[in-house]
Every structure is written in C-alpha cells, then in structure tokens.
C-alpha cells in the first residue's frame, strides 16, 4: 500500500463523519493520480495561508483541514498571550462553503475559550485586516482562496499588526497544527463568545479610506466602470468611491451578484484580460474613463484606462503601481508632507520603477520578498519610526496608509480613481501620466510568464525546473551579459565575473534572480498560491521625449520576447 493510501485508511473511522468516509473509500477504489493528489500530503502555509482544491483528503480544503489549522492556531494564540482574553475577527469570501467555513472556524476558537467577532456576510479581505486592528484582537482569518478557480477556497492567518503571518508565528502555528490529530479538535462550541460585526466596522473602515484623499480635481467629470466579478467588494467599493466624490460610476450589474461560480468568467482574477471583457465592453458602449475590477476577496485590482489612440487599454500591476506612487509622492510633495520620515515599499519581482521613482523624491523604498505580509512586516518593524506612503506588487496588489496591513483594493480603487480625476483636471490623463513617468524615471516594461503544473507530478515538475534554472546560470541572454545572480534560497548575491558572493538580508525563499549589463532583470519563483511556476521579466531604458514612447515600447516588446524565446517560456 503506497502512502497517499496509508494515510486515506485513517479516514474511513471515527472522528471522520460517514460523508466523508464514502468520498475517501471512493479515492481509494480509484486510486491512481485521484487518491495521491487528495492525501499525498499536508495543507502548508504559502505566501497566502492555506489554499487548495475543496475536497475529502489531507491535501484538500474541508472542514477537517480547516478545524485542525483552527485548533492548532487556538493552541498556540493561548500560548502566546497566557492570562488574557485571546480575540480574532473572521470574514469569508463569496466562495462555496466559505460563509460554513468560517461559521465552523468561528465554533472551534470560541470552543477554545477564545472570544470571536464574525462578520455577518462577506466582506473584503481588507476590511478584515482593518478589523483586527480595530478590534484590538490578537489574530485574524479570512477564508478566501482569492482568484483562483471555484472548485478551490482556502484560509488566511493574520497577526494582531493586521499582516498576514509571517516568520516566526507561520512556522510556529503549523507545528501546532501538524500536532493537532482528528479526535483532537474542540467543536464544543461556546455561542457567548461569537459576536456578529458589519456596518460599524464598515463605516471606521470607509472613514479611513476617505481619508487618504489628496485633490478633489476632477472627481465629478471621471466616468468609470466598475465590476466586482461576482466577489465581495460589491459591498465596500460602490460606497468608497461615493464617499470620495465620485459621481459618475456605472456597475457591472451582470458580474454584481456575489457568486462562487463566477458565471460570466473563466477566471476570477483581473490580472487575466478575459476577465475584465464586460466591463471593458460597458466602458466602450457609454464612452467612460475608465475601469475598475477586483477579485473576488478584494484585494486585487485592475485597472483599464483610454490610451493615446482613445481606446480603452488594460494595464499590468506595475504600471498602475509606478503611477499610483507617482502621484501619491508628488502630492505629498506638493502639500508640504515629506519631512525625511516617509517610504514606500515593492516586492522583488515589482517593477524597479517604483525604486527609482522614490529615488527621485529622496524617499526610502525597501524591497521585500514577494506577498504583501513582507510589506506588513517592514511597517511593523518601522512602526512610530516612519511614516509609510504606500506600496505594491506586480501582481496587481497596492496599499495605502497603514491602517490596512495587506493589499487593499478597495482603497486602491479609489486612489487610483483619484489618480485618473486629477489627470483629467489637468487636461491629461492616467495613460499621459505614465509616460510622463517613464520620461522622467525610465521607460520599464514587464512581462509575467505563468506556466501550470498540477498535482504531484507538477509539483516535482517545478522543482525541477527551479532546480535547473538555479544549477545552469547562463552567461549571457539574447545578447546580453548576465553579471548577477540572485538566489534568496541561500541567500547568495553572487558576480559571475570576479566569483565574489554576497549575503542577501531577506528571509530564505525559492526564487532566483537574474541582472544583466542592460539592467534587465529575470526572475523565477513557484507560486505560494497557485499550482504554478512563475517568470518574471523586466527590461528598460532611457525615453528622452514622449514623442517616441511608440518606437521604445515596441523595442522593449521585441527584448522581452527574445528573452521568453531563448529561455523556452
């Protein structure tokens, strides 16, 4: 008997209910890729928590998964914080079995003398994080499983800072929780100790948001277009944007309903264009602005905007990034705001841009390990020391301020509304704004390659090619020298010219990075929330006048497909 079967023979007794001991023998009788995908390991935290496929098994999402990550967590909150009340905030998505979920993850912290506040629906992840602090609780969960597909839900851990678990509280709770056996679990729950949240955390939440406004300009002249894809932020973006002073929004009352289907899309995540067609389609038909889609825990978020020819255009996560922080740094030099105090903050597979954007405004921008818990932990290390402006990630991830500690893009839409409005004032726009940007700072263009491997064998696939990538350094790449190599597994920075190392300062992780003498960059990393492998790939340089944005942008296209080309992605 191989051991994916060992361990699904443990799942035909007691504690396990008589459903799921169906649905397991049923994996047995099949056997094959089936049985080893659902039990040939344990659930681990990524760079968002727990995430996988709904289904029976140790490798799957289900109420016996979650009930032991929630007892193990339980476990070790009480253990953190002897001699006090222990409190966390829950919220769900608009997933299948989410609002469940987090009604039974609710049962068993309250089962563990710990006191619950549950939002009464769905609500976004970031109002979660903001809840956390509000609250003042100790911790916090989201049951989520963000864009991915339906058939997938998943669970995320915040800290008391509001950032999603980060080292040493994620390996500490996954010890606890890979100790927590079936039989162990306390479902005994103790209804006293669940409190029901909503619309006054909504309203201090909302209230905040307003307050990052920086210009009123041309807020009633931006039309735009918004859709939720069928998530949570139907019910926080219509009334942040109201709130903010935007007149002129039309939803996308097709993709409004929260679903777990997500009907009207093949997938659920704005970075994917395929997603966004309605509401493009809508933009088009009533002329508007712009347009704005989230995911469906509302932290992503994706922008259209008209281009120099007037048609509407997406852009990528590090466009909308550089501009948002563009904008965000001119006004706070503009009002006086930048005392020598303040940063910002990117990933290591966010567009250098950012970098060289805070360079120009003599603001610090440190640099973090890919998801935005990083991003968190630099705000709480920082804390009363600096003020943070924003930040973000490629992957259509941005924050600003610091009363939500995670991607947030509720406030984001709005900012980046904002950002829109007050080009319009100016008698340019977004698109006009970010080339301004490139004139000044650098023309960069990214490119994300995202290949799918799943199941076990995908997973050894990966490896492989991790391996590979890490093992085989070339010396040079269409054309061009490679002088660095990055690899934050061992945290070696090393100059294949002289053989000199350096030590990287960042948490370990499996990525690899690669510099060129044309500051080109390439980038490998397995997802942590996806079955996927991911290549970034990022190159630039210099654009002296806008009038030749056109012929530049076309040169750095044809870079990056030589580069995709030699490397076989």
Known sequence: MNQAAERAQAWLKAPYDEETQKATQALLDEGGDALADAFYQDLDFGTGGLRGIMGVGTNRINKYTLGAATQGLANYLNQQFPNQEVKVAIAHDSRHNSKPFARQVAEVLSANNIKVYLYEDLRPTPALSFAIRHLNCQSG??????????????YKVYWSDGGQLV?????????????????????????ELIEMIGDEIDQAYLAEVKKLSLSEGGKEDLSVVFTSIHGTSITLVPPALANAGFKNVSIVEEQATPDGDFPTVKSPNPEEAEALSMALKQAEAENDDMVIGTDPDADRVGIAVRNLDGEMELLNGNQAASVLIYYLLENWKQNNKLTGKEYVAKTIVTTDLIAKIAEGYNVPCPECLTGFKWIADIIRKREGEATFIGGGEESYGYMIGDFVRDKDAVASAVMLAETAAFAKSQGGSFYEMLIDVYVKFGFYLEKLVSLKREGMKGQEEIAQMMQDFRTKTPTTIAGEQVLEVLDYQSSEHRFPADGRTEKIDLPQSNVVQFVTDK??????????????????????DKLDDKANFAVMKADLERRIDNICKELGL
């Open 167 to 191: 080292p040493p509280h994620d390996k500490a709770v996954i010890k606890e929780v890979r100790a927590v056996s079936a039989d162990a679990i306390n479902y005994d729950a103790k209804p």
């Open 519 to 540: 500051g080109t960059k390439i980038t490998a990393r397995p997802s942590g929330t996806e079955p996927k492998i991911k290549f970034y790939v990022s190159v630039n």
């Open 141 to 154: 969960i989201v049951l989520t499983a963000s864009h991915n597909p339906p058939a997938y839900n998943g």
